[in-house]
């Protein structure tokens, strides 16, 4: 039999370029479109959109030509420009080739930072000519992003394009680059214990990108004179007339080393922004102990960090590639930066907003890993040391992080026109883009921060989710974690998840394997249990394993003020436990679930999702006025549709016939609900639909809150909704019904979902129910 033997290097570049294809051309051609950001479905919005209302915006204009960013898109608006002279890796295939590039640009700023953005291609390689193109441009734009223009060229074109244009000007490819860089050196060198003012540095490279890195590491403490230049003609020494230019020659050293190979000899630093190969071993093993190797030409750098390592052991290093650590990638910063710099208002890009950029990108390294991050780089290590420089691209928190700096440096240097009044506010905001449903739950956090009592004991709090997100709600003081499980693996998976929780300090324990509390608490759930089949020694055994019974005990007997759990197994299960100890609120027949969905217009919270099967219209009445009652203290006024196969009484079968009766339990029992029924989903979603059919209905406007006839009907639409149209953003499932602020995830839960919860039961402890 013949043996398969693996995909050659040839077979797979390939099958990318195949792939790559097909990615680019389907379903559509291309990565970006235009969609509009206003309705237009009718004569009136068509009036208002163009002629005549359109004259209103540009009379205002006309009279503030800041007015702009008011009425149009610019301040959210950036050009990609290039004239394809020096496409990365591909070199100058000129304008019209190099537009899939400039496309994927636009795709990074719109996903990362919500930029949007139109990509240029100028068919113009003058220098000067391309100036005048551009700034031509400049009432359209709230800023400018150069791309992939030659150097020399790329230097003149964006000095002279500063000095003539109020809006930012940024070519990326040096700026981006550099900030990347600075922050990846600043956390190199103090992985291994150097000063930036006292490493000499030598780099391979003298084009616009290793130029603009050296200039802003001069800005974060490098010394002019511990800088050794190479390029194709070797040292950049004084005197020397080959390949030289007005930029280069600030770097000219007195030297006598006339190669890379020479100069080489004791550096602290290699700097690599040149081709594929040209540091050799032999090179490595004469730097000085503990170099820090920057090999970062694609795709090949100029050493692997295979070859590196096998010279030496002692090496700290980065490459441009994905497939090795410390990926110097320019994504990390440059939407953050337009996104900083565009809110400020910000007429240019300052030193002081670059170097802000720096230290932001070199802090979050530091701190530890979200969950976004440990679920897209699985397996990898990412505690800040070696081989954890800089942020993965995937961070949430590099906008959160990154903008906001930004924006306070153009301010603080005097080239902001909007300054930002209130930075948590923008925090805030950027916070909601980055975690969708921070809107909706800003009422529940400002109320859990103001709490008084704030103990929340998380049932599973050996698992990873749930550590993760006790780290976020003790930064944000949220609440006081207590984690139910064994102390020591506690400890060992926040050291291994580069956590900064300490136990006594930011969170308490309760020991499974021993506590003082056990004896009474499982004599406690006997006596409560005793007539249920539960005997002693059943007791003894669930108060050892059962991990929401504890957390239930805890909560019971006023331990903590709220119980979170669920992360793993099912809703039955871990609501049998809580019934048993904590038991209904008074006046309150049923428990039920509730949960909300982000949709891309509109937001709708469905009952019930979890708990009960067929409920009768009893129940539906009470869990539709339990689910109301926690919507407003979402701040969102519910509207409520009671839905149904039957369309206003189209059909007489049991399920309709119970949603009829249910409205009628609701007008009588919570006459302020805002509610009809029953109806289609479409119905419920589409007002003015529903108005023509029922034109003196008692629900206007489009529904929020959807009660659905069974849990079949509640948890498929729910999960169908959230995973085709939600982007699997939801909050909940809030537990509704139960006497103390107890909640019930779903093993998808995510970190940010359980503290979303977290916050929603502190807040429930501060209730006076």
Known sequence: MAQITPNTAEEKRAELRRAALEYHELPVPGKIAIAPTKQL????????????????????????????????????????????????????????????????KGVLFKKFAGVDVFDIEIAEKDPAKLVEVIAALEPTFGAI?????????????????????????????????????AAAMVNALKVVGKGIGQVKLVTSGAGAAALACLNLLLKVGLKRENIYVTDLAGVVYEGRAELMDDDKIQYAQKTVARSLSEVIEGADVFLGLSAGGVLKPAMVAKMAVNPVIFALANPNPEITPEDAHAVRGDIVMATGRTDYPNQVNNVLCFPYIFRGALDSGATTITDEMEIAAVHAIAELAQAEQSEVVAAAYAGQPLAFGKDYLIPKPFDPR????????VAQAAADSGVALRPIQDMDA????????????????????????CASKKRVAF??????????????????????????????????????????????????????????????????????????????QMAKIEMRRRLTLIGAMLLYKGEVDGLICGTWGYTAMHLSYIDQVIGKRPGTNTYACMNGLLLPDRQVFLVDTHVNYDPSAEQLAEITTMAAEEMVRFGLKPKVALLSHSNFGSSTQPSAVKMRQTLDILREHSPWLEVDGEMHGDMALDGAARHLTMPHGTLTGDANLLVLP????ANISYNLLKTAAGGNIAIGPVLLGAALPVHILTASATVRRIVNMAALTVADANVVR
């Open 459 to 536: 049932a599973e709090g050996e698992e990873e989710r749930v550590l993760r997100a006790a780290q976020i709600v003790v930064d944000e003081s949220v609440a006081r974690p207590t984690l139910i499980g064994r102390p020591a693996i506690i400890a060992q998976r926040i050291e291994k998840f580069g956590l900064r929780l300490k136990e006594g300090v930011d969170y308490d324990v309760v020991n499974v394997e021993q506590d003082h509390r056990y004896r009474d608490f499982w004599q406690t759930y006997h006596r409560m249990t005793e007539r249920r089949g539960i005997t002693v």
């Open 710 to 713: 069974n849990i079949d009907a």
């Open 41 to 104: 479905i009718n004569q009136r919005d068509l009036a208002l959109a163009y002629s005549p209302g359109v004259a209103a915006p540009c009379e205002e204009i006309v009279k503030d030509p800041n007015a702009a960013f008011k009425y149009t898109s610019r301040g959210n608006l950036v050009a990609v420009i290039t004239n394809g002279t020096a496409v990365l890796g591909l070199g100058d295939i000129g304008p019209l080739a190099s537009k899939p590039v400039m496309e994927g």
């Open 145 to 181: 992003n150069l791309e992939d223009i030659k150097a020399p060229d790329c230097f003149y074109v964006e000095r002279a394009l500063r000095r003539r244009m109020n809006i930012p000007v940024f070519h990326d490819d040096q700026h981006g680059t550099a900030i990347t860089v």
């Open 398 to 405: 590099l906008m959160i992080k990154i903008a906001p700096a």
């Open 426 to 449: 923008y925090r805030e905001r950027l916070q909601s883009f980055v975690y969708a449903s921070g809107t909706t739950m800003k009422p529940i956090f400002t109320a859990a921060k």
